[in-house]
């Protein structure tokens, strides 16, 4: 199973970008899909939850700018940023708990991380 993710991209203040990551490999089903960030020097930080029934979650940094979003039949999750500021500068990782058959537990898996670096 990979998760890809795609869609970073340097962008000026004020600007958008829309980021995918689709999961490939044998996969029976996914649950919960997300949205990570990762600055230089901090921490891991959730971005953006979405249940396979599209239940959302945000971060209070980004509520009202970012949107995430599913497509079941494709297993991708989309992330769009919009009114993007420097502070969203970071390396976005995109996460899953996905199974592989039925008789699998679910398991958490990550994606390489695509970079969103926002400058004028």
């Known amino acids: 199973v990979q998760l890809q993710a795609s869609g970073g991209g340097l962008v000026q203040p004020g600007g958008s970008l829309r980021l995918s990551c689709a999961a490939s490999?044998?996969?029976?089903?996914?649950?919960?899909m997300g949205w990570y960030r990762q600055a230089p020097g901090k921490q891991r930080d959730l971005v953006a939850s979405?249940?396979?029934?599209?239940?959302?979650k945000y971060a209070d940094s980004v509520k009202g700018r970012f949107t995430i979003s599913r497509d079941n039949a494709k297993n991708t999750v989309f992330l769009q940023l919009n009114s993007l500021k420097p502070e969203d500068t970071a390396l976005y990782y995109c996460?899953?708990?996905?199974?592989?058959?039925?008789?699998?537990?679910?398991?958490?898996?990550w994606g390489r991380g695509t970079q969103v670096t926002v400058s004028s």
């Open positions: 979405i249940t396979r029934a599209g239940s959302t």
């Open positions: 996460n899953a708990d996905l199974r592989a058959d039925y008789y699998t537990p679910y398991t958490n898996y």
């Open positions: 490999g044998t996969i029976f089903s996914i649950d919960d």
